[in-house]
């Protein structure tokens, strides 16, 4: 079956960066749009930015400038790229995928703590 797994998740100071990891299996990678997800404690989960199969991106207003999400098909992995972190980018982040018109799956999410 379709397992997505994030990595790389931790905590940081803010203006720190970390980089998340999602590899993908079960699933022809690079047939899916993917995604980055969050959500932080007593909110709703939230797009932070896409991937389409072509390789372009988009993203949310609060994380564009800081955040880049990219993606290696050789490896069935997406990445995101976090810079400048803020406290507000505390949350669990979710990779997710995409395939038109039913094909929509979760990874189990990582956990990314901005504090000083």
């Not at 993908?24 to 797009?47: C, H, N, T, V």
Request: proline letters at 3%.
């Amino acid at each position: 079956q379709v397992q997505l797994v994030e990595s790389g998740g931790g905590s940081v100071q803010p203006g720190g960066s970390l980089r998340l990891s999602c590899t993908a299996s079960g699933m022809i990678f690079r047939f899916f749009d993917m995604g980055w997800y969050r959500q932080a404690p007593g909110k709703q989960r939230e797009l932070v930015g896409t991937i389409t199969t072509g390789g372009r991106t988009n993203y949310a207003a609060s994380v564009k400038g800081r955040f880049t999400i990219s993606r290696d098909n050789a490896k069935n992995t997406v990445y995101l790229q976090m810079n400048s972190l803020k406290p507000e980018d505390t949350a669990v982040y979710y990779c997710s995928a995409d395939r038109a018109p039913l094909d929509h799956y979760w990874g189990q999410g990582t956990q990314v703590t901005v504090s000083s």
